[in-house]
């Protein structure tokens, strides 16, 4: 049997085993390991004396890759990122963010919606978690949009929708993990998200108010703020566009000029800034073991999956698996713009058995070359052409669609996670519930997607700068 059918055998027993119910991150690991083993022993004819050879060898292939991997400067980035969301909610400032935004613009037809899924984007600036997002501002704005009347499973489904804006908009920890697996620079790769991450949020704004003007009673507006109230709601608001700034300052020099530093200390100093905020607003050491045990989980878990399924992509390397599929993937006849669309398709019916970070990393070692070995600007138009759309412009326009494709799978059934979270955080609102509400998201995802593939100046114009 040659490399690429027990490839084949042992990809398919792994998605067998997510299928089942396996966690991720096992299932890759186990399904990488038995694989190395079975090339080696292969290499030997299956000889019954080389098998402990075999297992030998496979093992400390496979040991190599939790440290050789994972001890990564860049990947240094996503427990920053996530302290900072986690620090920001102790001290209070996701709060005073939803204050603002509710004060701002809650006039607009479905007004406390909006201000959610505005007050979910600049909170997604600090804050690369999408769950932490969702987790977060499902305690503080499903309550007030219950208050004054709107639909409990619309509610869920505006918090659980506008959780995602965090896979987008920088920090991103998705992005950071595209970044790595495919070798690109990670300060570029967040440049590119902020455009289509506010984009996003703006097309969810307009889903939302067009809802509201059509359908009667859907979201009533909130009114009787005065200026002085509008202004005041500001000041508290502040330390989170400080760390925005600073963030963008260490990641890109908007005067020109290099870079403050690197993302990872841009993220560092941004997690120091949040908590000497949240020291100076009264954070109690309670709170702040809360927010370093929910920093640690949620990264453990990250990092679990990442090596998990690293063992998995050495092995695909023994196998050969990426390069014959992205031969056969050329040999096609079809557009490359079509194939692409297919990839993306495909990656929304993965989305529905496998959560975003794990689908990422299984695909991309096989996908990334075949969408690499397509790209000789056909993608692209003559007026895009200015970008650079080949290598590392190509790279960076194809990660931003396959986190937005990331983004739309939290919320898709049966295993969209940001829904799961939001159910779990209210008692009187159920799974079934804000899927029934993300359903209208759906179709603002769809639009968004459509239209950064059609139109990839909007995401590579600001890396395009750099």
Request: proline share 5%.
């Amino acid at each position: 049997m040659d490399s690429i059918e027990i490839g084949l055998w042992v990809t398919g027993g792994m998605l067998v085993m997510v299928v089942l119910g396996m966690r991720v991150a096992f299932a890759a690991a186990l399904a990488g390991l038995v694989g190395l083993i079975w090339i080696f022993w292969d290499k030997k004819d299956y000889e019954m004396a080389q098998l402990g050879w075999a297992l030998t060898v496979a093992i400390k292939t496979a040991g190599q890759v939790p440290h050789g991997k994972v001890a990564s400067q860049a990947l240094s980035l996503i427990p920053t990122f996530i302290l900072i969301g986690y620090l920001a909610y102790y001290a209070g400032l996701t709060r005073a963010l939803f204050e603002a935004a509710k004060r701002w613009v809650a006039w607009v037809p479905g007004g406390l919606a909006v201000s959610t899924v505005f007050a979910t984007a600049g909170f997604a600036a600090v804050s690369g978690a999408s769950v932490a997002t969702a987790a977060v501002f499902a305690r503080i704005a499903i309550p007030e949009m219950l208050a004054v009347g709107y639909d409990k499973r619309f509610a869920a489904g505006v918090v659980a929708a506008a959780g995602t804006l965090a896979s987008l908009i920088p920090p991103s920890a998705i992005l950071v993990i595209y970044a790595i697996i495919v070798e690109q620079d990670v300060g570029k790769l967040l440049l590119a998200g902020f455009i289509p991450g506010v984009f996003s949020a703006f097309v969810y704004t307009g889903l939302i108010i067009g809802l509201a003007l059509t359908v009667k009673g859907f979201g009533p507006p909130v009114t009787g703020f005065t200026w002085r109230q509008r202004f005041a709601s500001l000041p508290p608001a502040l330390p989170i566009f400080a760390v925005v700034i600073i963030i963008i300052f260490f990641v890109y020099n908007p005067f020109g000029g290099d870079a403050w530093g690197t993302p990872t200390e841009g993220g560092a100093i941004g997690a120091f800034i949040v908590f000497l905020m949240a020291v100076f607003r009264g954070m109690r050491w309670a709170e702040l073991k809360d927010a370093l045990m929910e920093t640690a989980k949620l990264s453990v878990m990250i990092f679990t999956i990442i090596w998990g399924v690293l063992v998995y992509v050495r092995f695909l390397g023994f196998a050969d698996l990426p390069s014959a599929f992205s031969d056969w993937i050329t040999s096609l006849t079809y557009s490359p713009m079509t194939i692409l669309i297919c990839i993306l398709l495909a990656y929304a019916v993965l989305g529905m058995f496998m959560d975003a970070i794990g689908m990422l990393l299984l695909t991309l070692p096989v996908v990334y070359p075949a969408v690499m070995a397509l790209n000789g600007g056909e993608f692209v138009s003559a007026a895009d052409s200015a970008f650079g759309m080949n290598g590392t412009m190509c790279a960076i326009w194809f990660g931003i669609l396959v986190v937005k494709m990331a983004e739309f799978c939290l919320i898709t059934p049966p295993i969209g996670l940001n829904c799961f979270v939001v159910a779990g955080v209210r008692d009187d609102i159920s799974v079934q519930d804000v899927f029934r509400g993300v359903m209208p998201f759906f179709f603002a995802d769809g639009v968004t997607i459509a239209l950064l593939v059609a139109f990839p100046w909007i995401v590579l114009w600001l890396p395009s700068l750099a």
